[in-house]
């Protein structure tokens, strides 16, 4: 699990405990949608022209699903206080072993699920959204 997920740079395994669920790479291998093509429908022409000349990518949102363990229960608080501070910063620039030329510039939307499970294992869904994903590489 060491060297797997780096977070802002830093091994997310050897500093907060954390490692991907099976979901979550393919979650940021996803491929991101296009915006819409420029239409334009008029009521002298049949149908409706589509602008396909330039196509763009959109946004999109990536959900993640981490797990943080730890050896003990204050381990565990520790871990889980330090990586909130991390989340607080907002920008998670994302990067994993699979992919080690790519980086994931996302920002920080919620955690909308938390469970503990033993006082040192949590299991929780990180929701993201990266706001060009064409930026990946740099």
Same mark, same amino acid.
């Given at each position: 699990? +060491?060297?797997?997920?780096?977070?802002?740079?830093?091994?997310?395994? +050897? +500093?907060?405990?954390?490692?991907?669920?099976?979901?979550?790479?393919?979650?940021?291998?996803?491929?991101? %949608?296009?915006?819409?093509?420029?239409?334009? #429908?008029? !009521?002298?022409?049949?149908?409706?022209?589509?602008?396909?000349?330039? %196509?763009?990518?959109?946004?999109?949102?990536?959900?993640?699903?981490?797990?943080?363990?730890?050896?003990?229960?204050?381990?565990?608080?520790?871990?889980?206080?330090?990586?909130?501070?991390?989340?607080?910063?907002?920008?998670?620039?994302?990067?994993?072993?699979?992919?080690? #030329?790519?980086?994931?510039?996302?920002?920080?939307?919620?955690?909308?699920?938390?469970?503990?499970?033993?006082?040192?294992?949590?299991?929780?869904?990180? !929701?993201?959204?990266? %706001?060009?994903?064409?930026? !990946?590489? +740099?």
């Amino acid at each position: 699990m +060491t060297g797997e997920l780096f977070i802002n740079n830093k091994d997310a395994y +050897t +500093t907060w405990g954390i490692s991907m669920d099976d979901t979550s790479l393919s979650a940021l291998m996803t491929p991101p %949608p296009l915006k819409e093509f420029v239409e334009n #429908s008029s !009521r002298l022409e049949h149908g409706k022209r589509v602008d396909t000349s330039n %196509p763009k990518i959109d946004e999109r949102n990536i959900t993640l699903q981490l797990n943080l363990t730890a050896r003990d229960k204050d381990e565990f608080f520790n871990r889980y206080l330090s990586f909130c501070d991390e989340l607080a910063k907002g920008v998670l620039n994302i990067r994993t072993k699979y992919q080690p #030329s790519v980086t994931y510039h996302t920002i920080y939307v919620s955690c909308s699920q938390f469970s503990q499970f033993m006082q040192g294992i949590g299991k929780f869904t990180l !929701r993201l959204n990266e %706001p060009n994903p064409s930026e !990946r590489n +740099t």
